[in-house]
């Protein structure tokens, strides 16, 4: 558990401390990524072959992944609302906002 944290929290943080403008780096930076996301998947699928009695965990696996999925996609639409209904009401240049989607 604590090395799939790490590979995910060690290269955010370092993300946010250097600054690369260099192309090559960049595209080596985006290829490591990619290669650190087939680790963490590998890692979570030797953590779930593992996994005693998964058969019977399975049920309460998916009741946390619904209930999770349900509250994301409740504070979105709230979310959503309110971004709408207070954010982009106010005025821009002391004309109303357009909120038809084809305007810019």
Do not use: E, Q
């Amino acid at each position: 558990m604590y090395s799939g944290l790490l590979i995910i929290l060690l290269p955010l943080t370092l993300g946010y401390l250097f600054r690369f403008k260099n192309k090559k780096i960049l595209a080596l930076t985006h290829r490591l990524l990619g290669v650190m996301v087939y680790i963490i998947l590998f890692l979570m699928g030797i953590t779930l072959a593992l996994l005693d009695n998964i058969s019977t965990h399975l049920t309460a696996i998916f009741i946390y992944t619904m209930v999770f999925f349900c509250c994301t996609f409740a504070a979105n639409l709230i979310a959503y609302y309110y971004w709408i209904n207070f954010f982009r009401g106010k005025l821009r240049n002391g004309k109303p906002i357009n909120h038809s989607l084809g305007s810019k």
